[in-house]
């Protein structure tokens, strides 16, 4: 365990903590398949080491946070996949790695005063951050309640560049979650490398006992707007109500980015989007959104998870329809040389 400030203040270190931390080393130092052995496992479900984190802190004057279904925050905008209709928009290429101290200022604004009941370590492709590793243990400080339950969504292929990455997830009980975006069928290349992903992961959950989580982002893939780059257009079915009761996101998608919350993730990285390709007209009824401010009050933010369906749904699709996505190892150049469309209704 680290003993890092969290929201400028020092945590205590107690007695019991150093005791966690010094049966923490020794269970490190056991080898990973004594670890994953039956017996292994057995002292580990008796003690709860690697589940063991520090007591939620209360903090004077913020006994009582809020709960909250669901918050992500994007470590990362850039992606090494393309993946056609991405609703992060990183497939259009983004740039920007935000910096540790970044990522801990913004999430101090906000951990005393929010408990989310899953929070999500995103981007882009997350492993694209060389700090990937202590940002899951700093994450976990902002966030040290139990009720959090704390993942890395990643589409896999880079797992191999974080070795430290299994003892975070396990030190940290977060779990991993890798989305599988395409097949054999469409990219033989593609297969090839998730493949070595997944038995990377599946080596990891042996050997650490991590939680796995294999999403499927081939047959599951809808579009949330027409078009590449600066020809993105919304769908504007008029019928924001229907759009919210069918959310592409599934209605709780809700960003941390740059310091502030906002509904959705195609809501937030619009604004990546405008800034790179300058969007037509069509958008600006939707770029207008106001992200909640850490400024705000608790009855603001109340209100704001019980929003549901805006004017702004206005522009998703109110009908969404599934469709099977290009092969996502192209490159960037090869989407704007097409025109994607929307599926047929
Ligand atoms: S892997 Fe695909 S869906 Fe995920 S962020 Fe990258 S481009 Fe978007
Ligand atoms: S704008 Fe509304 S309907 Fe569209 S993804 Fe966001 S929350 Fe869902």
Redesign the pocket.
Known sequence: MRNSPVGGKALPVTRESYLIQILRSAWNALPPSWRNSPAGRLLRACIHLPRTIREHPSFPGNASRISIPHLEIHITHK?N???EG?L?F??HRHSGTIPLTDIKKSMALWNKRLLPKRFAIL???PCLHRDLVDIVYMTREMWPHSRTEMEVVT?GLLLHLHPGLPQALSDTNTRLSI?I?SDGSISPKYQAKIRKALDLADQWQKEYGIALNIDD?LHEWTRGYTGFGGEILPFEDNNPQNSWDNCITGQQCFQLFEDHLWKCAPLAYLQLQDRKYALSEKWQPYLQYRPLSPGCSDKEIVEFFNRGAEPVCGMCPNNPQKFIKMN?LLPVRSYKTKTLKAAPP
């Open positions: 992606c996949l393309t993946c991405c992060h990183t497939n981007g882009g492709e589409n989305s975006h982002s996502p």
